[in-house]
């Protein structure tokens, strides 16, 4: 079996590392906290991020060269905006060239760019061609336990996609290939977008009608986007798309949601990011994809009300309001015309 290093020990990289070793693979867990990574191999357990036992094969460790000396894989699973720090050190520090799979999901604010954009200018020893995005419905405390759990893992390379396949896939953790690496990291990304919003309403107490509208024009927003940046408007419709959106605008588990859902209590965003500790990726991915959608001309006006919420104080009552008093228009106009023209060039 392989020697695989998670760089990230937060619930994802956690969960992850469960499901290679499960496998049967050598997993080393990196995290930047010394603590952690001696409390991790004192008593296997990360209780901070995941209430479960974790496997003995998984050891982890503080020393960024030691966790990735000799390894075939490597798998970056942390927060985007230390995606470049990260990846610069690794550049200095890698010998060799194991493969490089990414599970973060978001888009960094100032550059616009995605994880493997940023992977490729910060890392010598990678082509973006070569690099792997692996994303889908999949909260990190069922996979930990083993639910039942399905993903995508895109790359231009094909080879490269189906070995990251093989080195996941078991009987409780599906993986599927894809080649759209654009589509499948704007999906993973966008929809942190929409949970926020879905969590909003859920604190405002709109009920499931308004969020099931919510999540139904934010899947368009997204794909109006996804489609003008150059992805393939059918990944949308599958795992890392429409299958994200769903499992992250309604469980409790997703921190967006959680998020949102403070916010529409009446809660200050500074004081629901103390108060939750953990990374909440929909506050800077909002930030980026409204600065995207002017740049690229994108009507988002869900994302744009998200963005008024997040970072001009703007009620969430008043942004409902101004999404319902949009004008009349035909609601197929979007993904039908999307998918119209890919299939009519």
């Known amino acids: 079996m392989s020697k695989i290093a998670v760089l990230g020990a937060g619930s994802w990289g956690t969960a992850l590392s469960i499901v290679l070793a499960d496998n049967g693979h050598e997993v080393r867990l990196w995290t930047h906290r010394k603590e952690q990574a001696e409390l991790i191999n004192e008593t296997h357990k990360n209780e901070k991020y995941l209430e479960i036992m974790i496997p003995e094969q998984i050891k982890a ?76 419905p999949s909260h990190a405390e069922e996979v930990a336990k083993r639910h039942p759990t399905t993903v995508t893992v895109a790359s231009l390379n094909e080879d490269h996609a189906s070995i990251a396949q ?44 308004a969020k099931a509208a919510l999540i139904t024009r934010g899947l368009a927003e997204i794909t109006r986007l996804g489609t003008s940046l150059g992805a393939n408007p059918l990944s949308f419709l599958g795992l890392p798309g429409v299958g994200d959106l769903i499992v992250t605008c309604t469980s409790v588990h997703s921190r967006n949601w959680r ?70 228009r035909e609601e197929m106009d979007d993904l039908a015309s999307l998918l119209r023209n890919k299939y009519t060039r």
């Open 61 to 136: 460790y503080d020393d960024l060269k030691a966790a990735t000396d000799g390894v075939t894989a490597i798998v970056l699973v942390v927060p985007t905006k230390a995606i470049r720090e990260v990846c610069h050190e690794l550049d200095g520090i890698l010998t060799h060239s194991p493969l490089l799979i990414h599970a973060s999901k978001g888009i960094e604010p100032g550059s616009l760019k995605r994880v493997s954009q940023m992977i490729d200018e910060e890392m010598a020893v990678y082509n973006y061609e070569d690099i792997v995005v692996l994303s889908g």
């Open 166 to 209: 093989d080195l996941f896939f078991n009987e409780a953790f599906r993986v599927y290939t894809s080649n759209d690496m654009i589509g499948i990291e704007l999906g993973g990304a966008l929809k942190n977008i929409i949970a926020l919003g879905a969590g909003i309403s859920d604190g405002l107490g709109y009920g499931d009608n």
């Open 259 to 328: 998020a949102g859902n403070m916010l529409g209590k009446g809660k200050k965003l500074d004081e629901i990011l103390d108060q939750m500790g953990m990374v909440v990726e929909g506050v800077r991915t909002a930030e980026a994809a409204y600065k995207f959608a002017k740049a690229e001309g994108v009507e988002m006006p869900i994302t744009s009300g998200i963005y008024q919420v997040l970072y001009e104080d703007k009620h969430p009552k008043e942004v409902v309001e101004q999404l319902m008093n949009r004008d009349k």
